[in-house]
């Protein structure tokens, strides 16, 4: 165990901890809580998330921006490298150091290019994608997730994490789907918030990305998003909201993309209004990557730090031109400060500046290995299971066929944008190999050839314009040796799905089909050996209808980390009981997405979100579209009962927190982790509303044949919706139904209560 774990546990006081038990209410409160070992959320109570203490530092601040010379305060306000700024050496000001991103900590790259670094220190663990980490629908892996990264960021002594990645799944084609969480702002902002808290307690800052509505890759550098403002407010800004108002996240990161005609990175309504005056942001705005158009408006207009590439350093828009611009009286000196001190400011904060004790860290350590093994266990999703395929049973079983490149295919790289050099990456074959018994023979076949119509052009996608294309016709000395080893043994497990080429930042994918013909592939193994499953390697929803027809057991994992491999290895061999559940939802085809069904994506300059709040299962269950998995799915080994909802009044006030208890009983033959979901709906509301909507969540442990007392509490206000004329949010009076269940679709109870 690191340090900084031994660090966290003592209470710093009783207030402190009502507080903080309170961010996490909705989840921690159950009166037993079985939902993972009891140390783990104590150390989740224990822990404050850390305000700013302004004024500790202001003294300090004052006469440090006393001293600088215009020239020393505009170096900080740029890159001086790819992934640093500039530091003032003489006054005891350190460069202000970053890295990517969400699968981990990115490793080295040059101070001037994208090249690498060379280093041989800077491999990391490898820690599942961000979809993964939704899917475990477990707040205390997010949190987990990031106290573990921010010891890894710290062990390489940078100071911010440019993570977590928070935008809203709108398109299931969305390049970056794995990078994000979810389609549902509730799950987003639950697990977004003990993510950065966990992070940002290793004396690190999170850098939220990327605000806002920033939905596609498609024209990112040029698309102007319009929605109206009540979608704006419950759709997309939640999840950022709560990481700083709950999460006291420290730096935010702007986006590429327009949003109501202004760039973001120079959207006063966005960075000043919303961020600054309304959420009371006090951290840094960075911009995304070469995503600044402008000097003196993005300065006033909130931008605090350019970051990017590929010119000059001194090019940038906040470099030689803002020094020209300052001399020439278009910007203040106190702007200048303004923006400046605020960097200091997040400095001291984390310790990077003052001679303050900070967290070493550690890296690629064992311990942090067992955190991405624990979060990949409960990622992956059980889509199917019929006639016990699962867990596989190996009474004799001699021989198992092993088919895909996706058994073999690594992930921690990969595709444009940031991924993490490692040393290790358990494929799914070798998680096989390390768990089945020896005297199983497996029988591997490549079966598909990873292939792009046209290396330079199709592997990447035209840059933020086409995802890529894929070549999907199967070599044919491929199929026969796929048959011949499906043939040869007793079962088959097909990997398909994709990888980080064929999903990736700065290009959506085409369609949702299932690329290098592996449809086909999976259709022909199963005509020689009807004992085949099949096990998605992915990020983003694909068409999987037809195959999960077909066969009898259907398994979703993900860019699933370092440990992946030996995760889904237990989960088939039933040492692990699946407990993942889909962020969002599997539409039965493209057209029955919102996005796509309202003709709204991708655009070109303009993009208008027509479906308003209606986003993911908002849309599904609002126009009764079946969609092939819902959102909130997933199977388990074991079977789970709900009885005895009830709540504690039947009438409430608006500022009331709603008690919903009820008994979750293990059924089944196999101790397990349920998610239990709470919606909410509102049939008597005035204004448009979704028929559900996502507002508890608890995932719960019940050993089999037990029942456990579920208790998720429900602040009345997160029945609110936004009100656009009043400019608030408001809880309707009224009657709501809220209702248990465990997928979006699998409602298991119903209780009505009053709003006064
Ligand atoms: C991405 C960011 C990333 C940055 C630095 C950009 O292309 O959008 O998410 O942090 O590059 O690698």
Not at 681 to 706: R, T, Y
Request: a negative charge; charged letters at 25%.
């Amino acid at each position: 165990m690191s340090d900084k774990n031994n660090k966290l546990i003592p209470m710093k006081n009783k207030t402190i901890f009502l507080m903080t038990a309170f961010i996490f209410i909705a989840v921690c409160s159950c009166k037993k809580d079985t939902s993972s070992s009891n140390t783990e959320t104590e150390l989740i109570q224990a822990h404050q998330a850390k305000e700013f203490d302004s004024s500790k530092f202001d003294v300090k601040i004052d006469s440090l921006v006393a001293q600088l010379t215009l020239e020393e305060k505009i170096g900080m306000l740029h890159g001086n490298s790819m992934f640093s700024t500039g530091g003032v050496k003489r006054l005891g000001i350190p460069e202000l150091k970053m890295a990517d991103g969400p699968l981990g900590v990115r490793e080295e790259i040059s101070r001037d290019s994208w090249a690498t670094a060379g280093w041989d220190n800077d491999f990391a663990t490898y820690y599942p994608a961000s979809g993964a980490l939704a899917a475990t629908w477990n707040t205390e892996m997010a949190y987990t997730f990031g106290n573990s990264v921010g010891q890894e960021l710290r062990a390489r002594d940078k100071d911010m994490l440019l993570s977590p990645a928070i935008n809203i799944v709108r398109t299931p084609l969305g390049g970056r789907t794995y990078e994000y969480m979810t389609e549902d702002p509730f799950l987003n902002k639950k697990i977004a918030v003990p993510l950065v808290v966990g992070l940002q307690d290793n004396d690190v800052m999170a850098c939220v990305k990327h605000f806002a509505a920033n939905n596609q890759e498609t024209n990112r550098d040029i698309y102007d998003v319009q929605m109206d403002e009540r979608t704006l407010r419950e759709i997309y800004l939640p999840a950022f909201k709560a990481t700083v108002t709950e999460a006291h996240a420290y730096a935010i990161m702007g986006a590429y993309n327009k949003f109501r005609g202004e760039y973001l990175c120079e959207n006063d309504y966005m960075l000043n209004k919303v961020l600054r005056d309304e959420w009371g942001f006090k951290g840094v705005v960075v911009s995304d990557w070469a995503a600044v158009h402008s000097t003196v408006k993005s300065l006033e207009n909130g931008l605090d730090i350019e970051m990017g590439t590929p010119k000059p350093f001194n090019e940038f828009f906040l470099a030689d031109k803002l020094i020209l611009a300052a001399k020439e009286g278009e910007i203040s000196e106190t702007e200048i400060d303004t923006h400046v001190k605020r960097i200091l400011r997040v400095l001291f904060q984390v310790k990077a500046m003052g001679g303050q004790d900070r967290v070493k860290g550690s890296i690629a350590t064992e311990a942090h290995y067992q955190d991405a093994y624990k979060i990949a266990a409960e990622a992956i999703v059980l889509l199917k299971n019929d006639n016990n395929a699962l867990p596989l049973q190996l009474d004799g079983v001699k021989s198992i066929a092993v088919i895909g490149n996706n058994a073999t295919k690594k992930n921690a790289l990969g595709g444009f944008g940031a991924g993490v050099k490692t040393k290790r990456e358990v494929t799914p074959l070798e998680g096989l190999k390390n768990r089945l018994p020896e005297s199983i023979k497996i029988n591997y076949a490549e079966g598909y050839l990873e292939r792009y119509d046209d290396k330079k052009k199709g592997k990447l996608g035209d840059i933020t314009l086409n995802g890529p294309l894929t070549i999907d016709q199967l070599d044919p000395a491929k199929l026969q040796e796929a048959i011949e080893a499906a043939k040869n043994s007793d079962m088959a497990i097909v990997f398909a799905g994709s990888n980080r080429d064929y999903e990736t930042e700065a290009s959506d994918r085409r369609n949702l089909k299932l690329p290098f013909g592996q449809e086909e592939l999976i259709k022909r193994v199963l005509e020689v050996n009807p004992r085949t499953i099949v096990v998605i390697i992915a990020g983003a929803p694909f068409d999987i209808q037809d195959i999960g027809k077909k066969t009898d057991a259907l398994v979703w994992s993900w860019f699933n980390g370092s440990e992946g491999g030996n995760a889904l290895a237990d989960v088939l061999l039933g040492t692990v009981n699946p407990s993942g559940k889909l962020p969002w939802t599997m539409p039965k085809k493209l057209e029955d997405s919102p996005a796509h069904a309202t003709h709204s994506f991708p655009g070109d300059e303009s993009v208008t979100y027509s479906e308003g709040i209606l986003v993911g299962y908002r849309w599904f269950d609002t126009k009764n579209i079946e969609p092939l998995y819902p959102f909130g799915y997933g199977l388990s080994y074991t079977n789970f009962e709900f009885s005895d909802l009830k709540t504690d009044k039947e009438a409430y006030n608006a500022t009331d927190v709603i008690e919903v208890t009820f008994t979750l009983k293990n059924s089944g033959a196999m101790d397990g982790k349920e998610v239990t979901q709470l919606y909410i709906s509102d049939p008597e509301s005035h204004v448009e509303k979704a028929a559900q909507e996502l507002k508890g969540f608890k995932k719960v442990f019940v050993k089999s044949g037990a029942s456990e007392n579920v208790t998720i509490l429900l602040p009345a206000k997160e029945l609110a919706y936004y009100n656009e004329v009043n400019k608030e949010w408001l809880v309707e009076p009224g009657t709501y139904n809220i209702k248990i269940g465990n997928s979006s679709r699998a409602i298991k109870a119903e209780v009505s209560i009053t709003i006064n």
